[in-house]
Each structure stands twice: as C-alpha cells, then as structure tokens.
C-alpha cells in the first residue's frame, strides 16, 4: 500500500490514509454536482508544510483546504457574523473537524475577520472556470 502513495502528500493525510480514512479529490466534471454553497464552519491554520496537492503551505496566501473540491478550485468564503468575503484557492485537504466546512490561511482568516476568534460560521461558494459565482450565495446559509 505504501508504494502506491505519492511523496507529495502531506503527513496528515498519509497519516488519514494509513488510518483508512480516505478524502479523495472529485474529477473536475463532477464539480456541478457540488452543492453552489455549503454552510458550516470555518477555521484557520498557518502551516508552511507541504499541502495535499504539493504545494508548499504559504499562510500570506489566500488559500484553503476541502475535503472534496479539486484542487485549483475557486471559492468566496463570506463570515456570516460580519459579511466580509473573500476568494481563495483550494490547495489542500480538510478540515477534519465535524462541523467544519473549510479551513482558510492565515491571510484569509484575518481579512475575513476572525483571527482572534479562530472559528466562524461562512457560507462557502464556488466559483465558476469563468469567474462567475455559481447561483445561491451567503443569503441561503439563513442569515
């Protein structure tokens, strides 16, 4: 089992792996089967260790982690406690916390907000290839 991991991923999800908990990354073609949004929880982290995708973590970048989207996805992460929005872009598994819907960087946690509180509620949105926010948005999440 060991020789069909790559050496890219990262020792939380080898460690998830080994454990028989598998988050496996969704084809492209079925992103349109993803709910427009999710709601949940957010967190964040400030790791510089290598991500799920290869990517070594940068916590100045507006990036995030999923359990399912394909990397390179784009999402707006909108708090509900204030409504400030941001984009990143989803370059590693998680979170894996139940409840939790994503965790952002450093850099998107404080512009969204909630450095200092650690955990928010968001509404999670994908973004199209072309750029355009897909239909429903923070107003489905109930607040």
Same mark, same amino acid.
């Given at each position: 089992?060991?020789?069909?991991?790559? &050496?890219?991923? =990262?020792?939380?999800?080898?460690?998830?792996?080994?454990? %028989?908990?598998?988050? *496996?990354?969704?084809?492209?073609? #079925?992103?349109?089967?993803?709910?427009?949004?999710?709601?949940?929880?957010?967190?964040?982290?400030?790791?510089?260790?290598?991500?799920?995708?290869?990517?070594?973590?940068?916590?100045?970048?507006?990036?995030?982690?999923?359990?399912?989207? &394909?990397?390179? =996805?784009?999402?707006?992460?909108?708090?509900?406690?204030? %409504?400030?929005?941001? *984009?990143?872009?989803?370059?590693? #598994?998680?979170?894996?916390?139940?409840?939790?819907?994503?965790?952002?960087?450093?850099?998107?946690?404080?512009?969204?907000?909630?450095?200092?509180?650690?955990?928010?509620?968001?509404?999670?949105?994908?973004?199209?290839?072309?750029?355009?926010?897909?239909?429903?948005?923070?107003?489905?999440?109930?607040?």
């Amino acid at each position: 089992m060991l020789a069909l991991i790559r &050496p890219h991923i =990262s020792p939380l999800c080898l460690l998830l792996a080994l454990a %028989g908990l598998f988050f *496996s990354p969704i084809s492209v073609s #079925r992103v349109h089967a993803i709910p427009a949004v999710q709601c949940g929880k957010a967190s964040w982290y400030a790791l510089t260790s290598m991500t799920a995708s290869g990517q070594r973590a940068d916590p100045s970048k507006m990036t995030a982690a999923h359990r399912t989207l &394909p990397f390179g =996805s784009r999402v707006h992460v909108t708090n509900l406690r204030n %409504g400030k929005t941001v *984009s990143v872009t989803i370059n590693d #598994r998680g979170p894996f916390v139940t409840g939790r819907v994503i965790d952002v960087t450093k850099a998107a946690a404080i512009e969204l907000g909630f450095l200092k509180r650690g955990v928010t509620q968001v509404a999670v949105t994908l973004v199209s290839p072309n750029g355009q926010t897909r239909q429903g948005g923070a107003s489905t999440c109930g607040n």
